[in-house]
Structure formats: structure tokens, C-alpha cells
Nanobody, 123 residues
């Protein structure tokens, strides 16, 4: 069982940066791949980025390439999503998710989810 908690969201202006943090419980978290997703009102949950349990493999969706960067600190059981040059269309609820079997790009690939955190980007 892995428990995930997101933090670092909030209200920012277009062009600003935010760093989201995903805190995972237990030593098992260090052996899980972790992904970030977001969901805007009325939209499906959208994949953004994933990182392998070692941090050696990373993959970004097109929506995240060039502006978002995923990283992890297994010493502190945390995965981060650095978001730069934020745009109003980045507004939504951001989720981290964990899976111990694969580096997935769809919500169905993940077994554990955080509760989500709101990011709002004003124009």
C-alpha cells in the first residue's frame, strides 16, 4: 500500500513557475514509478510526465515538453513536477500516481493516487 500526498499548488499568474511535490509513504514508494496527471473541469485526466523508480527514465507528454520537468528524491520519498512558463490552460487539479509494474502513460496504468491539488493560472 502506498499513500500519496500532493503539495505546492496555488494561484499564479501566466508566466510564473510552480513546483509540485508528491510525498509517498513507506520504503516501497522508492520502488514505484510515479506519474503526474492533471484534470481540467469537463475534461478527462491528462497524462503529463512519468519517472522510473530509479529516476533514470523519464517521459513527458507533448503538453509538458519544454516547460515541465519531473524529478525524484528517493532519500526523502518525494517526486517533483517543476512547471515553468505557466499558461491559463495549465489550470486544473494535478494528481500524482504510483505503480510498481510499469512506466505508464494512462490513468489505468496506476494503482495508487493522491487526492489532487488545485493549480490556477490567471491571464
Amino acid at each position: 500500500q502506498v499513500h500519496l500526498v500532493e503539495s505546492g499548488g496555488g494561484l499564479v499568474q501566466a508566466g510564473d513557475s510552480l513546483r509540485l511535490s508528491c510525498a509517498g509513504s513507506g520504503r516501497a514508494f522508492r520502488s514505484y514509478a510515479v506519474g503526474w496527471f492533471r484534470q481540467a473541469p469537463g475534461n478527462e485526466r491528462e497524462f503529463l510526465a512519468v519517472i522510473s523508480w530509479t529516476g533514470a527514465s523519464k517521459y513527458n507528454a507533448n503538453a509538458a515538453k519544454g516547460r515541465f520537468a519531473i524529478s525524484r528524491d528517493n532519500t526523502n520519498n518525494r517526486v517533483y513536477l517543476q512547471m515553468d512558463s505557466l499558461k491559463p490552460e495549465d489550470t486544473g487539479v494535478y494528481y500524482c500516481a504510483a505503480d510498481n509494474a510499469r512506466i505508464g502513460v494512462t490513468p489505468d496504468d496506476y494503482d495508487y493516487w493522491g487526492q489532487g491539488i488545485q493549480v490556477t493560472v490567471s491571464s
